[in-house]
């Protein structure tokens, strides 16, 4: 079965510094988003994203973050100035058109110290 | 806004036993999609089942059976003939059908599931 793939599987950053989290959504896909899970807590809906340009945020997803599709292939999460408390599990999902199913992506393990 | 709760923090059963997770939820709309996602130590989230609100007939996959009340905003999965590897955190999550709201799921506080052999 075709994956989302997520790298790096874990990040360590300083606060204050710039990170990228990258995501190889599934070929054919035309809808991605990210979610984010700290640690203990439940998941949460970050960012959609559809036709290059962002289709539903959420109340966590501020000036801070931001999402890219640079090509074909990749989709990116930057989260321009680190807190402590985005320390989380980020993680890449993506889906087509008319197939009401998520593919997740293993995560990527941010650590901010 | 939609709201999915999980009353059962954690769950345990022994091995070959059957074991019910409970979730309830809170929608205006009558078009949606649920599901119940497993997330094993590897922080994986694992599709494991998913129900159509328009259906009413409870989907199964497997060992993996739901019931779900539409009326009563209710969708537990059950478990059957449980095994060691079916101890994880277990997610149920929701989300409206349709449009590109479709993907922004609202998931649970979830449940840890302990099996014991």
């Known amino acids: 079965e075709p994956e989302v793939t997520q790298t790096p599987s874990h990040q360590v950053t300083q606060m204050g510094q710039e990170v990228i989290l990258r995501c190889v959504p599934i070929s054919n896909h035309l809808y991605f988003y990210w979610y984010r899970q700290i640690l203990g807590q439940k998941v949460e809906f970050l960012v959609s994203f559809y036709n290059n340009e962002i289709s539903e945020k959420s109340e966590i997803f501020d000036d801070q973050f931001s999402v890219e599709r640079p090509d074909g292939s990749n989709f990116t999460l930057k989260i321009r100035s680190t807190k402590l408390e985005d320390s989380a599990m980020y993680f890449c999902?993506?889906?087509?058109?008319?197939?009401?199913?998520?593919?997740f992506g293993s995560g990527t393990q941010l650590s901010v110290l | 806004a939609q709201t999915v709760t999980q009353s059962q923090p954690e769950m345990s059963v022994q091995e070959a036993e059957t074991v019910t997770l409970s979730c309830t939820y809170d929608t205006s709309e009558s078009d949606y999609y649920l599901f119940w996602y497993k997330q094993p130590p590897s922080r994986q989230m694992i599709l494991v089942i998913r129900q159509e609100a328009y259906k009413q007939q409870n989907a199964t996959e497997n060992r993996f059976s739901v019931n779900f009340q539409k009326a009563a905003k209710s969708f537990s999965l059950k478990i059957s003939d449980s095994q060691l590897g079916d101890a994880a955190m277990y997610f149920c999550a929701y989300v409206n059908a349709g449009g590109t709201s479709y993907g922004k799921l609202t998931f649970g506080q979830g449940t840890i599931l302990t099996v014991h052999p």
């Open positions: 999902a993506s889906r087509t058109t008319g197939v009401q199913k998520l593919f």
